[in-house]
């Protein structure tokens, strides 16, 4: 079982930055992705960020250069820096894992329980 804890969120005014974190621990064997996702109320889940064990990322357009999406391997943690935040970018932020507990075994995905991140105006 893999257990993922988020910390971070909070309430910051509009042009400011958050920190997001998110540990994995738990059986690993071998983490293949980890990322960001956020829901506002009456909308779909979306992708924010997400990060490769080799580094490659992808952002949404809308936090695109304003996001960064960074991992630490050793620590089994990703972290994700908002500067110039927006209320558009309020919602529940959700992190999510694809991992392997055995070598050569499947592949599962595990989810946070998610950090509100509300932006004031």
């Known amino acids: 079982q893999v257990q993922l804890v988020e910390s971070g969120g909070g309430l910051v005014q509009a042009g400011g930055s958050l920190r997001l974190s998110c540990v994995a621990s738990?059986?690993?064997?071998?983490?293949?992705?980890m990322g960001w996702y956020r829901q506002a109320p009456g909308k779909q889940r979306e992708l924010v960020a997400r990060?490769?064990?080799?580094?490659?990322?992808n952002y949404a357009d809308s936090v695109k250069g304003r996001f960064t999406i960074s991992r630490d391997n050793a620590k089994n943690t990703v972290y994700l820096q908002m500067n110039s935040l927006k209320p558009e970018d309020t919602g529940v932020y959700y992190c999510?894992?694809?991992?392997?507990?055995?070598?050569?075994?499947?592949?599962?995905?595990?989810w946070g329980q998610g950090t509100q991140v509300t932006v004031s105006s």
């Open positions: 999510n894992t694809e991992v392997t507990t055995i070598m050569s075994g499947p592949t599962y995905r595990y």
């Open positions: 738990g059986s690993i064997f071998s983490i293949n992705v």
């Open positions: 990060i490769t064990s080799g580094g490659s990322t």
